[in-house]
Protein backbone atom coordinates (compact mmCIF):
# COMPACT_ATOMS: atom_id res chain seq x y z
CA UNK A 1 0.00 0.00 0.00
CA UNK A 2 2.82 2.25 -0.45
CA UNK A 3 2.21 6.01 -2.70
CA UNK A 4 4.27 6.57 -5.26
CA UNK A 5 6.29 9.54 -5.62
CA UNK A 6 5.99 12.35 -8.10
CA UNK A 7 9.55 12.56 -9.45
CA UNK A 8 10.91 16.00 -10.36
CA UNK A 9 11.98 16.29 -14.34
CA UNK A 10 15.72 16.83 -13.00
CA UNK A 11 15.56 13.25 -11.88
CA UNK A 12 14.04 11.62 -15.77
CA UNK A 13 16.97 10.53 -16.44
CA UNK A 14 16.89 8.58 -12.93
CA UNK A 15 13.75 6.86 -14.45
CA UNK A 16 14.88 6.39 -17.96
CA UNK A 17 17.73 4.59 -15.90
CA UNK A 18 15.85 2.14 -13.66
CA UNK A 19 13.25 1.74 -16.51
CA UNK A 20 16.08 0.19 -18.31
CA UNK A 21 15.00 -3.62 -19.25
CA UNK A 22 18.03 -5.92 -18.28
CA UNK A 23 19.87 -6.83 -21.42
CA UNK A 24 21.41 -9.97 -20.36
CA UNK A 25 17.79 -11.26 -18.81
CA UNK A 26 17.34 -14.44 -21.03
CA UNK A 27 14.28 -16.32 -21.56
CA UNK A 28 13.82 -20.19 -21.42
CA UNK A 29 11.35 -22.42 -22.66
CA UNK A 30 10.34 -26.27 -21.16
CA UNK A 31 8.11 -28.81 -23.44
CA UNK A 32 6.88 -31.93 -22.91
CA UNK A 33 8.24 -32.70 -26.04
CA UNK A 34 11.73 -30.91 -25.15
CA UNK A 35 14.97 -32.65 -24.18
CA UNK A 36 17.47 -31.18 -21.45
CA UNK A 37 20.79 -31.54 -23.89
CA UNK A 38 19.06 -28.70 -25.66
CA UNK A 39 19.37 -25.12 -25.19
CA UNK A 40 16.44 -24.27 -24.26
CA UNK A 41 15.79 -20.69 -26.01
CA UNK A 42 12.97 -21.41 -28.05
CA UNK A 43 10.01 -23.49 -27.95
CA UNK A 44 11.51 -25.71 -31.02
CA UNK A 45 14.60 -26.33 -28.62
CA UNK A 46 13.19 -26.46 -25.30
CA UNK A 47 14.37 -28.14 -21.95
CA UNK A 48 11.95 -30.79 -20.59
CA UNK A 49 12.03 -30.20 -17.17
CA UNK A 50 10.93 -27.63 -15.33
CA UNK A 51 13.47 -28.78 -12.33
CA UNK A 52 16.68 -28.51 -14.88
CA UNK A 53 15.47 -24.71 -16.08
CA UNK A 54 15.52 -23.99 -12.66
CA UNK A 55 18.84 -25.48 -12.39
CA UNK A 56 20.34 -23.32 -14.92
CA UNK A 57 18.67 -19.69 -14.45
CA UNK A 58 19.71 -16.61 -12.93
CA UNK A 59 18.94 -13.55 -12.39
CA UNK A 60 16.25 -12.02 -14.43
CA UNK A 61 15.52 -15.09 -16.30
CA UNK A 62 12.37 -16.47 -17.33
CA UNK A 63 11.00 -19.70 -18.04
CA UNK A 64 8.34 -20.34 -20.38
CA UNK A 65 6.58 -23.73 -19.47
CA UNK A 66 4.47 -24.73 -22.89
CA UNK A 67 1.23 -26.51 -22.30
CA UNK A 68 1.01 -30.03 -20.95
CA UNK A 69 1.36 -31.89 -17.62
CA UNK A 70 4.67 -32.01 -15.86
CA UNK A 71 5.10 -34.70 -13.30
CA UNK A 72 7.42 -33.38 -11.04
CA UNK A 73 8.65 -31.77 -7.96
CA UNK A 74 10.11 -28.46 -8.22
CA UNK A 75 13.27 -27.02 -6.22
CA UNK A 76 13.81 -23.12 -7.31
CA UNK A 77 17.45 -22.80 -5.91
CA UNK A 78 18.81 -19.76 -7.43
CA UNK A 79 17.47 -15.74 -6.30
CA UNK A 80 16.75 -12.78 -8.74
CA UNK A 81 17.64 -9.40 -7.37
CA UNK A 82 16.64 -5.85 -7.26
CA UNK A 83 19.18 -5.15 -10.03
CA UNK A 84 18.86 -7.76 -12.57
CA UNK A 85 15.05 -8.24 -12.00
CA UNK A 86 13.17 -11.32 -10.74
CA UNK A 87 13.45 -15.29 -11.81
CA UNK A 88 9.90 -16.03 -13.31
CA UNK A 89 8.17 -19.22 -13.64
CA UNK A 90 5.20 -18.78 -16.09
CA UNK A 91 2.98 -20.42 -18.56
CA UNK A 92 3.93 -19.57 -22.40
CA UNK A 93 1.64 -18.02 -24.65
CA UNK A 94 -1.56 -18.24 -23.24
CA UNK A 95 -1.38 -22.48 -22.50
CA UNK A 96 -2.23 -24.44 -19.89
CA UNK A 97 0.94 -25.23 -17.98
CA UNK A 98 0.31 -28.43 -15.30
CA UNK A 99 2.24 -29.16 -13.07
CA UNK A 100 0.64 -32.48 -11.56
CA UNK A 101 1.34 -34.81 -8.08
CA UNK A 102 -0.10 -38.33 -9.02
CA UNK A 103 1.73 -40.60 -7.64
CA UNK A 104 5.00 -38.86 -6.45
CA UNK A 105 6.16 -39.14 -3.44
CA UNK A 106 6.55 -36.58 -0.97
CA UNK A 107 10.06 -35.50 0.03
CA UNK A 108 10.81 -36.05 3.88
CA UNK A 109 7.30 -35.98 4.56
CA UNK A 110 6.47 -32.38 3.96
CA UNK A 111 7.34 -30.54 0.18
CA UNK A 112 5.99 -28.98 -2.30
CA UNK A 113 5.31 -29.25 -6.04
CA UNK A 114 7.08 -26.02 -5.96
CA UNK A 115 9.57 -25.74 -3.83
CA UNK A 116 11.12 -22.08 -2.71
CA UNK A 117 13.25 -21.84 0.05
CA UNK A 118 15.11 -18.63 1.30
CA UNK A 119 15.19 -17.46 -2.17
CA UNK A 120 14.33 -13.82 -2.83
CA UNK A 121 12.73 -12.24 -6.35
CA UNK A 122 11.30 -15.32 -7.44
CA UNK A 123 8.01 -15.26 -9.15
CA UNK A 124 5.51 -18.06 -10.18
CA UNK A 125 3.08 -16.68 -12.84
CA UNK A 126 -0.32 -18.42 -14.70
CA UNK A 127 0.64 -22.06 -13.97
CA UNK A 128 -1.82 -24.89 -13.09
CA UNK A 129 -0.80 -27.01 -9.94
CA UNK A 130 -3.00 -30.01 -8.76
CA UNK A 131 -3.10 -33.50 -7.70
CA UNK A 132 -0.62 -34.17 -4.68
CA UNK A 133 -1.93 -35.69 -1.90
CA UNK A 134 -1.54 -38.41 0.79
CA UNK A 135 -3.66 -40.85 2.83
CA UNK A 136 -1.03 -41.01 5.72
CA UNK A 137 -0.71 -38.42 8.79
CA UNK A 138 3.38 -38.96 8.22
CA UNK A 139 3.22 -37.03 4.72
CA UNK A 140 2.31 -33.47 3.87
CA UNK A 141 1.82 -32.67 0.68
CA UNK A 142 2.00 -28.98 -0.04
CA UNK A 143 1.42 -26.80 -3.65
CA UNK A 144 3.75 -24.02 -3.10
CA UNK A 145 5.93 -24.56 -0.34
CA UNK A 146 7.69 -20.94 0.72
CA UNK A 147 9.98 -21.39 4.04
CA UNK A 148 13.10 -19.65 5.42
CA UNK A 149 13.57 -15.96 4.69
CA UNK A 150 13.84 -13.71 1.58
CA UNK A 151 11.99 -10.89 -0.26
CA UNK A 152 9.94 -9.71 -3.58
CA UNK A 153 7.94 -13.05 -3.78
CA UNK A 154 5.11 -13.28 -6.09
CA UNK A 155 2.58 -15.76 -6.79
CA UNK A 156 0.06 -14.56 -9.70
CA UNK A 157 -2.78 -16.01 -11.49
CA UNK A 158 -1.98 -19.63 -10.16
CA UNK A 159 -4.72 -22.09 -10.34
CA UNK A 160 -4.27 -24.46 -7.43
CA UNK A 161 -6.13 -27.59 -6.62
CA UNK A 162 -6.71 -31.15 -5.42
CA UNK A 163 -4.20 -31.09 -2.95
CA UNK A 164 -5.33 -33.25 -0.39
CA UNK A 165 -5.04 -35.28 3.06
CA UNK A 166 -7.54 -37.88 3.28
CA UNK A 167 -5.85 -39.45 6.90
CA UNK A 168 -7.82 -38.86 9.61
CA UNK A 169 -7.38 -36.84 12.81
CA UNK A 170 -5.63 -33.53 14.00
CA UNK A 171 -2.06 -34.91 12.54
CA UNK A 172 -3.47 -34.68 8.98
CA UNK A 173 -2.32 -31.96 7.19
CA UNK A 174 -2.08 -30.35 3.88
CA UNK A 175 -1.25 -27.11 2.25
CA UNK A 176 -2.78 -25.64 -1.14
CA UNK A 177 -0.04 -22.54 -0.94
CA UNK A 178 2.13 -21.89 2.89
CA UNK A 179 4.53 -18.88 3.49
CA UNK A 180 6.47 -20.32 6.75
CA UNK A 181 8.60 -17.72 8.09
CA UNK A 182 10.97 -20.04 10.16
CA UNK A 183 14.40 -17.80 10.06
CA UNK A 184 14.47 -14.75 12.65
CA UNK A 185 15.43 -12.05 12.50
CA UNK A 186 15.44 -12.33 8.52
CA UNK A 187 12.28 -12.28 7.35
CA UNK A 188 9.89 -13.80 4.48
CA UNK A 189 8.49 -10.36 3.11
CA UNK A 190 7.33 -8.26 0.32
CA UNK A 191 4.51 -11.35 -0.60
CA UNK A 192 2.38 -10.57 -3.55
CA UNK A 193 -0.30 -13.48 -3.85
CA UNK A 194 -2.89 -11.83 -6.45
CA UNK A 195 -5.10 -13.36 -8.94
CA UNK A 196 -5.19 -17.10 -7.77
CA UNK A 197 -7.70 -19.80 -7.92
CA UNK A 198 -7.28 -22.58 -5.03
CA UNK A 199 -9.89 -24.92 -4.37
CA UNK A 200 -10.88 -28.51 -3.65
CA UNK A 201 -8.80 -28.62 -0.99
CA UNK A 202 -8.77 -31.01 1.78
CA UNK A 203 -6.25 -29.67 4.35
CA UNK A 204 -6.96 -31.53 7.28
CA UNK A 205 -6.24 -29.52 10.55
CA UNK A 206 -4.35 -26.68 8.58
CA UNK A 207 -5.41 -24.37 6.52
CA UNK A 208 -5.91 -23.52 2.54
CA UNK A 209 -3.07 -20.66 2.20
CA UNK A 210 -1.37 -19.87 4.93
CA UNK A 211 1.07 -17.23 6.43
CA UNK A 212 2.92 -18.82 9.63
CA UNK A 213 5.68 -17.20 11.62
CA UNK A 214 8.23 -14.57 10.66
CA UNK A 215 5.99 -13.48 7.75
CA UNK A 216 6.01 -9.30 7.45
CA UNK A 217 4.51 -7.39 4.39
CA UNK A 218 2.34 -9.56 2.47
CA UNK A 219 -0.42 -9.06 0.24
CA UNK A 220 -3.33 -11.06 -0.56
CA UNK A 221 -5.73 -9.93 -3.09
CA UNK A 222 -8.03 -10.42 -5.88
CA UNK A 223 -8.22 -14.35 -5.34
CA UNK A 224 -10.75 -17.17 -6.01
CA UNK A 225 -10.58 -19.38 -2.37
CA UNK A 226 -13.76 -22.10 -2.47
CA UNK A 227 -14.78 -25.29 -2.26
CA UNK A 228 -12.26 -26.54 0.58
CA UNK A 229 -12.51 -28.15 3.88
CA UNK A 230 -11.01 -25.74 6.07
CA UNK A 231 -9.27 -22.41 6.52
CA UNK A 232 -9.41 -20.40 3.33
CA UNK A 233 -7.02 -17.30 4.08
CA UNK A 234 -4.91 -17.56 7.58
CA UNK A 235 -2.08 -15.24 8.85
CA UNK A 236 -0.75 -16.93 12.08
CA UNK A 237 1.67 -16.00 15.17
CA UNK A 238 2.75 -17.97 18.51
CA UNK A 239 3.45 -21.61 16.51
CA UNK A 240 7.06 -21.79 17.36
CA UNK A 241 7.67 -21.55 13.61
CA UNK A 242 10.33 -18.82 13.80
CA UNK A 243 12.68 -19.44 16.30
CA UNK A 244 12.79 -16.07 18.12
CA UNK A 245 9.25 -15.81 19.71
CA UNK A 246 10.11 -11.86 19.20
CA UNK A 247 9.48 -12.22 15.37
CA UNK A 248 7.41 -15.58 15.11
CA UNK A 249 4.63 -13.27 14.07
CA UNK A 250 2.91 -12.95 10.82
CA UNK A 251 2.12 -8.95 10.43
CA UNK A 252 1.90 -5.87 8.14
CA UNK A 253 -0.35 -8.11 5.93
CA UNK A 254 -3.39 -7.13 3.51
CA UNK A 255 -5.57 -9.09 2.49
CA UNK A 256 -8.48 -7.23 0.20
CA UNK A 257 -10.90 -7.96 -2.87
CA UNK A 258 -11.02 -11.46 -2.27
CA UNK A 259 -13.90 -13.82 -2.94
CA UNK A 260 -14.11 -17.10 -0.11
CA UNK A 261 -16.79 -19.72 -0.55
CA UNK A 262 -17.97 -23.08 0.62
CA UNK A 263 -14.99 -23.87 3.18
CA UNK A 264 -16.60 -25.98 5.73
CA UNK A 265 -15.25 -28.16 8.29
CA UNK A 266 -18.16 -30.54 8.65
CA UNK A 267 -16.58 -33.68 6.59
CA UNK A 268 -13.25 -33.13 7.26
CA UNK A 269 -11.77 -36.72 8.77
CA UNK A 270 -9.08 -34.54 11.02
CA UNK A 271 -12.90 -33.22 12.83
CA UNK A 272 -14.04 -37.24 13.58
CA UNK A 273 -17.32 -35.39 15.93
CA UNK A 274 -17.53 -32.73 12.46
CA UNK A 275 -18.37 -29.15 13.39
CA UNK A 276 -18.89 -25.89 11.57
CA UNK A 277 -15.73 -24.45 12.10
CA UNK A 278 -14.03 -23.43 9.26
CA UNK A 279 -12.82 -19.71 8.56
CA UNK A 280 -13.40 -17.92 5.63
CA UNK A 281 -10.61 -15.37 6.42
CA UNK A 282 -8.98 -15.95 10.22
CA UNK A 283 -6.38 -14.14 11.97
CA UNK A 284 -5.06 -16.44 14.20
CA UNK A 285 -2.32 -14.20 16.62
CA UNK A 286 -1.67 -12.37 13.49
CA UNK A 287 -0.55 -8.52 13.83
CA UNK A 288 -1.02 -5.39 11.97
CA UNK A 289 -3.48 -6.53 9.35
CA UNK A 290 -6.07 -4.99 7.31
CA UNK A 291 -8.82 -7.43 6.08
CA UNK A 292 -11.35 -5.48 3.16
CA UNK A 293 -13.12 -5.34 0.79
CA UNK A 294 -13.81 -9.25 0.65
CA UNK A 295 -16.56 -10.88 -0.25
CA UNK A 296 -17.23 -13.95 1.94
CA UNK A 297 -20.52 -16.39 1.62
CA UNK A 298 -21.42 -19.83 2.54
CA UNK A 299 -18.37 -20.93 5.17
CA UNK A 300 -18.91 -21.96 8.45
CA UNK A 301 -17.50 -18.78 10.08
CA UNK A 302 -16.54 -15.56 7.89
CA UNK A 303 -14.27 -13.46 9.67
CA UNK A 304 -12.18 -14.97 12.75
CA UNK A 305 -9.90 -13.11 14.64
CA UNK A 306 -8.53 -14.51 17.88
CA UNK A 307 -5.31 -16.56 18.98
CA UNK A 308 -4.91 -19.88 20.04
CA UNK A 309 -2.05 -19.41 22.75
CA UNK A 310 -2.73 -19.17 26.10
CA UNK A 311 -1.47 -15.34 26.76
CA UNK A 312 -1.10 -13.97 23.16
CA UNK A 313 -3.34 -12.09 21.46
CA UNK A 314 -4.30 -10.92 17.34
CA UNK A 315 -3.75 -7.27 17.53
CA UNK A 316 -4.43 -3.93 15.76
CA UNK A 317 -6.41 -5.58 12.78
CA UNK A 318 -8.92 -3.35 11.07
CA UNK A 319 -12.15 -5.59 9.18
CA UNK A 320 -14.24 -2.53 7.15
CA UNK A 321 -16.07 -2.78 4.27
CA UNK A 322 -16.89 -6.66 3.74
CA UNK A 323 -19.80 -8.52 2.57
CA UNK A 324 -20.49 -11.76 4.87
CA UNK A 325 -23.55 -13.78 4.27
CA UNK A 326 -25.39 -17.45 4.29
CA UNK A 327 -22.45 -18.64 6.63
CA UNK A 328 -23.03 -21.76 8.41
CA UNK A 329 -21.87 -20.32 11.91
CA UNK A 330 -21.09 -16.77 12.90
CA UNK A 331 -20.47 -13.87 10.17
CA UNK A 332 -17.27 -12.24 12.39
CA UNK A 333 -16.11 -13.66 15.88
CA UNK A 334 -13.19 -12.32 18.34
CA UNK A 335 -11.71 -13.60 21.21
CA UNK A 336 -10.19 -17.42 21.97
CA UNK A 337 -12.52 -20.09 21.40
CA UNK A 338 -12.02 -21.07 25.30
CA UNK A 339 -10.31 -19.72 28.22
CA UNK A 340 -7.21 -21.54 28.03
CA UNK A 341 -6.12 -19.80 24.97
CA UNK A 342 -5.34 -16.41 23.54
CA UNK A 343 -8.36 -13.91 22.53
CA UNK A 344 -8.10 -10.45 20.48
CA UNK A 345 -7.00 -6.92 21.18
CA UNK A 346 -7.77 -3.38 19.35
CA UNK A 347 -9.40 -5.14 16.62
CA UNK A 348 -11.43 -2.75 14.58
CA UNK A 349 -14.85 -4.55 12.96
CA UNK A 350 -16.39 -1.20 10.56
CA UNK A 351 -18.61 -0.91 8.12
CA UNK A 352 -19.39 -4.13 6.96
CA UNK A 353 -22.89 -6.49 6.20
CA UNK A 354 -23.55 -9.02 7.93
CA UNK A 355 -26.15 -11.37 6.52
CA UNK A 356 -27.99 -14.26 7.18
CA UNK A 357 -25.27 -16.20 9.27
CA UNK A 358 -25.08 -18.80 11.66
CA UNK A 359 -27.52 -20.74 9.29
CA UNK A 360 -27.11 -24.26 11.10
CA UNK A 361 -28.10 -22.55 14.31
CA UNK A 362 -24.90 -22.83 15.75
CA UNK A 363 -25.50 -20.04 18.64
CA UNK A 364 -22.79 -18.30 17.46
CA UNK A 365 -25.14 -15.73 15.93
CA UNK A 366 -23.95 -12.95 13.69
CA UNK A 367 -21.32 -11.30 15.76
CA UNK A 368 -20.01 -13.11 17.89
CA UNK A 369 -17.48 -12.41 21.01
CA UNK A 370 -15.41 -15.07 23.19
CA UNK A 371 -12.64 -15.29 25.58
CA UNK A 372 -9.97 -12.96 26.26
CA UNK A 373 -11.14 -9.72 23.81
CA UNK A 374 -9.85 -6.54 24.87
CA UNK A 375 -9.95 -3.01 23.43
CA UNK A 376 -11.99 -3.60 20.36
CA UNK A 377 -14.41 -1.68 18.07
CA UNK A 378 -17.51 -2.44 15.86
CA UNK A 379 -19.32 0.32 14.68
CA UNK A 380 -21.41 1.35 11.59
CA UNK A 381 -22.21 -2.49 11.05
CA UNK A 382 -25.27 -3.70 9.05
CA UNK A 383 -26.08 -7.05 11.05
CA UNK A 384 -28.83 -9.15 9.86
CA UNK A 385 -29.76 -12.57 11.62
CA UNK A 386 -31.21 -15.57 10.54
CA UNK A 387 -35.01 -16.67 12.04
CA UNK A 388 -32.95 -17.67 15.18
CA UNK A 389 -32.67 -13.96 16.13
CA UNK A 390 -29.39 -13.62 17.34
CA UNK A 391 -27.35 -10.68 16.40
CA UNK A 392 -24.71 -9.98 19.53
CA UNK A 393 -23.62 -12.84 21.36
CA UNK A 394 -20.98 -12.13 23.95
CA UNK A 395 -21.50 -15.19 25.86
CA UNK A 396 -17.73 -14.84 28.27
CA UNK A 397 -17.26 -12.73 31.13
CA UNK A 398 -13.74 -12.92 30.81
CA UNK A 399 -13.46 -9.27 29.56
CA UNK A 400 -16.09 -7.01 31.31
CA UNK A 401 -15.84 -4.26 28.11
CA UNK A 402 -14.54 -6.11 25.27
CA UNK A 403 -15.90 -3.61 22.71
CA UNK A 404 -17.18 -0.65 21.81
CA UNK A 405 -20.20 -0.95 19.99
CA UNK A 406 -22.27 2.00 18.18
CA UNK A 407 -24.10 3.39 15.35
CA UNK A 408 -24.38 -0.38 14.24
CA UNK A 409 -28.00 -1.29 12.45
CA UNK A 410 -29.72 -4.56 13.06
CA UNK A 411 -32.79 -6.21 11.87
CA UNK A 412 -33.87 -9.67 12.17
CA UNK A 413 -35.75 -12.54 10.11
CA UNK A 414 -36.89 -13.12 13.37
CA UNK A 415 -39.67 -11.18 15.48
CA UNK A 416 -37.55 -11.28 18.16
CA UNK A 417 -34.29 -9.82 18.34
CA UNK A 418 -31.79 -11.31 20.77
CA UNK A 419 -28.69 -9.69 22.14
CA UNK A 420 -26.27 -11.49 24.57
CA UNK A 421 -23.86 -9.83 26.59
CA UNK A 422 -21.51 -10.84 29.26
CA UNK A 423 -23.97 -13.91 29.68
CA UNK A 424 -26.92 -12.00 30.33
CA UNK A 425 -29.77 -12.37 27.25
CA UNK A 426 -31.31 -9.31 26.04
CA UNK A 427 -34.77 -9.91 23.92
CA UNK A 428 -35.32 -6.26 22.20
CA UNK A 429 -32.14 -3.77 21.38
CA UNK A 430 -33.95 -0.95 23.65
CA UNK A 431 -33.65 -3.84 26.66
CA UNK A 432 -29.67 -4.47 25.90
CA UNK A 433 -29.50 -1.21 25.76
CA UNK A 434 -30.58 0.31 28.99
CA UNK A 435 -28.84 -2.70 30.59
CA UNK A 436 -25.66 -2.64 29.25
CA UNK A 437 -24.90 1.12 27.74
CA UNK A 438 -23.96 -0.40 24.74
CA UNK A 439 -25.13 0.69 20.86
CA UNK A 440 -26.50 3.80 22.07
CA UNK A 441 -26.50 5.47 18.60
CA UNK A 442 -28.04 1.76 16.97
CA UNK A 443 -31.37 1.34 15.40
CA UNK A 444 -33.62 -2.12 15.20
CA UNK A 445 -34.80 -1.52 11.88
CA UNK A 446 -35.30 -2.53 8.03
CA UNK A 447 -31.76 -1.74 6.06
CA UNK A 448 -34.22 -2.35 3.13
CA UNK A 449 -31.76 -4.53 0.74
CA UNK A 450 -32.12 -3.76 -3.02
CA UNK A 451 -32.49 -7.86 -2.83
CA UNK A 452 -32.48 -10.38 0.12
CA UNK A 453 -32.69 -13.07 -1.72
CA UNK A 454 -29.84 -13.09 -4.47
CA UNK A 455 -28.76 -11.46 -2.65
CA UNK A 456 -27.90 -7.86 -3.28
CA UNK A 457 -27.05 -6.46 -0.01
CA UNK A 458 -26.81 -2.69 -1.49
CA UNK A 459 -29.15 -0.94 0.84
CA UNK A 460 -32.45 1.79 -1.09
CA UNK A 461 -31.87 5.12 -1.30
CA UNK A 462 -34.39 5.85 1.71
CA UNK A 463 -32.32 2.82 4.06
CA UNK A 464 -31.96 3.66 7.61
CA UNK A 465 -28.30 3.15 6.82
CA UNK A 466 -27.68 6.54 4.67
CA UNK A 467 -25.43 8.66 6.38
CA UNK A 468 -26.58 7.13 9.89
CA UNK A 469 -22.93 6.32 10.61
CA UNK A 470 -19.99 7.81 12.28
CA UNK A 471 -16.68 8.98 10.57
CA UNK A 472 -14.05 7.09 12.04
CA UNK A 473 -11.53 8.79 9.56
CA UNK A 474 -9.77 7.62 6.12
CA UNK A 475 -7.46 5.27 8.63
CA UNK A 476 -10.28 3.73 10.13
CA UNK A 477 -12.68 3.41 7.37
CA UNK A 478 -10.88 3.38 4.61
CA UNK A 479 -11.53 5.55 1.09
CA UNK A 480 -14.00 3.32 -0.63
CA UNK A 481 -16.85 1.15 -0.28
CA UNK A 482 -17.25 -2.47 -1.36
CA UNK A 483 -17.77 -1.74 -4.38
CA UNK A 484 -14.56 0.91 -4.62
CA UNK A 485 -17.19 3.74 -4.67
CA UNK A 486 -15.74 6.98 -2.05
CA UNK A 487 -16.25 5.58 1.34
CA UNK A 488 -18.20 8.76 1.87
CA UNK A 489 -20.37 10.62 -0.17
CA UNK A 490 -23.46 12.65 0.90
CA UNK A 491 -23.88 14.37 4.35
CA UNK A 492 -22.48 11.18 6.32
CA UNK A 493 -20.96 8.05 6.33
CA UNK A 494 -23.37 5.18 5.72
CA UNK A 495 -23.48 2.49 7.73
CA UNK A 496 -22.50 -1.34 6.34
CA UNK A 497 -20.20 -2.05 3.01
CA UNK A 498 -21.79 -0.05 0.32
CA UNK A 499 -21.74 3.80 0.37
CA UNK A 500 -25.01 5.07 -1.48
Known amino acids: MKIPRVLCAACCWFC ?66 ATAGSITFQNYSGQTAIIDGTGLSIPGGQYGLINIQSQSYITIQGLEIRNYKTNSTKNVPIGIYVTGAGSNLQLLNNHVHHIQTTASGCNANAFAVAFYGNQA ?128 TSSNVIARSNLVYFGNSAGISIGGYAKHVGGSDNVTIVNNTLYKNDSKNTGSGEFQIQFHATNNTFKNNIVYSTAQGLLVHNFAKSTPDPADMDFNLYDSASSTATFMWNGKTYKSLAAYQSATGKDPSSNYSDPLF ?51
Not at 235 to 247: L, N, Q, R, S, V
Not at 286 to 307: K, M, P, Q
Not at 460 to 467: I, T
Not at 474 to 499: C, H, K, L, W
Open 185 to 312: PASLNNITVTGNEIDHMKTGCSETLTFNGNVDTFTVMNNLVHDNNNIGIDAIGFEHTAPDPAYDQARNGWIAQNTVYNITSQKNRAYPRGCWCSDGIYVDGGTNILIERNLIHNVDLGIEVASEHQGK
Open 16 to 81: LLVATPNISATSYYVSTSGNNNNDGLSPSSAWRNIQFAANQVAAGDTVNILGGIYKETVNIPVSGS
Open 450 to 500: ANGTTPDLHVQANSPAVNAGTDLGAAIVGTMDFSGNPRVQGSNIDIGAYEQ
